[in-house]
C-alpha cells in the first residue's frame, strides 16, 4: 500500500506565497502521476495541478501562471508552489498519485489526508 503525506499548508494573506509538499512511500513501482486537488465547503473536488511521467503538466485555468507543480523523483515527493494567492485559493489541498504498485503491479489512485491552505487579510 502506498501513503501520501502532505505539508506546507498554513495562513497567508492575499498576494502570498506557499510551497505544499507531498511525498509518497510504500510499495511503488512507478509513478504514472502525481498532483494536487482542492475541495473547498459545498464544491466537489477540483484538479489544480498535475505532472504526468513522460508527458508533462497541467494545471487549472484559475492557477495557470501563479503555481508551478514539480517533482523530486529521487524522493518521491511532488511540490507545488504558489505565488499570488487569492482568497478564492482557500481549499483543502490533497496530494494525488497514480501509481503501478511493487507488488502486484497494478495500477490505483493514492491521496493524501489534506492540507489547509486558507488565503485572507
Known amino acids: 500500500q502506498v501513503q501520501l503525506v502532505e505539508s506546507g499548508g498554513g495562513l497567508v494573506q492575499p498576494g502570498g506565497s506557499l510551497r505544499l509538499s507531498c511525498t509518497a512511500s510504500g510499495s511503488i513501482y512507478s509513478f504514472n502521476a502525481m498532483g494536487w486537488y482542492r475541495q473547498s465547503p459545498g464544491k466537489q473536488r477540483e484538479l489544480v495541478a498535475r505532472?504526468?511521467?513522460?508527458?508533462?503538466?497541467n494545471y487549472s485555468d484559475s492557477v495557470k501562471d501563479r503555481f508551478t507543480i514539480s517533482r523530486d523523483n529521487a524522493k518521491n515527493t511532488v511540490f507545488l508552489q504558489m505565488n499570488s494567492l487569492k482568497p478564492e485559493d482557500t481549499a483543502v489541498y490533497y496530494c494525488n498519485a497514480l501509481v503501478r504498485d511493487g507488488v502486484t503491479r497494478l495500477i490505483r489512485d493514492y491521496w493524501g489526508q489534506g492540507t489547509q491552505v486558507t488565503v485572507s487579510s
Open positions: 505532472s504526468t511521467t513522460g508527458s508533462g503538466t
